[in-house]
């Protein structure tokens, strides 16, 4: 596989265009496990760094209500890690619970995928957040969309599934359960940041 910036871009538009092939190729790859925890971890910290960039660009106000989640870098990318690990575990139980036959291998390196397809959109939403503001939101939205569109399509493709929309409803449901978890073990931190 050809790791080349110019390569993996070209493959990240193909990807987008076809997800279940795009995956196909990512998990036959071949990478062993040392490199995909290493890309692993790369992932976690250019997204803490985006975020943070990101951040900076919004106006004050905005940026006030989100204050105490975006004081330190290290924690975001904690934060992220931890997510991106979550998710991976989620999408191997819950598949093979629904009959599925996706490995943590594969998942990892198609979530580890999914994120620099995520971070090429997220550069896009900062050059014109600076540029054109009022159409930064409309990037925002459109990066959610192709988010859950390639997220059900990998699903569906590492667990063998013939129905994307099935796998859609999963991620749904999913998501909503693990927001839940979330906001209930997050809480009670908020609110002795708040005091």
Not at 55 to 75: C, E, H, I, W
């Amino acid at each position: 596989m050809d790791l080349s910036l110019q390569s993996l871009l070209s493959m990240a538009r193909f990807t987008v265009q076809s997800p279940r092939e795009g995956a196909r190729m990512v998990m036959q790859a071949k990478l062993p496990m040392s490199g995909r925890w290493a890309a692993f971890a790369l992932m976690a910290v250019m997204s803490s760094v985006l975020a943070h960039l990101s951040f900076g660009l919004l106006p004050v106000d905005v940026q006030a209500p989100m204050g105490n989640a975006m004081t330190s870098p290290f924690r975001t990318v904690i934060l992220q890690a931890a997510l991106m690990l979550v998710a991976s575990h989620a999408i191997v139980w819950i598949g093979r619970w629904r009959g599925g036959v996706g490995t943590f291998e594969n998942v990892l390196i198609l979530m580890v995928w999914l994120q620099f397809i995520l971070l090429i959109l997220q550069v896009i939403q900062i050059a014109i957040q600076v540029v054109l503001p009022p159409l930064a939101d409309i990037v925002g939205f459109a990066s959610v969309g192709i988010f859950l569109w390639l997220l059900s399509n990998f699903i569906a493709e590492v667990h063998k599934f013939q129905s994307v929309g099935k796998s859609f409803v999963g991620v749904i449901m999913t998501l909503f359960a693990m927001g839940l978890v979330l906001a209930l073990v997050l809480t009670p931190f908020m609110a002795q940041g708040v005091r």
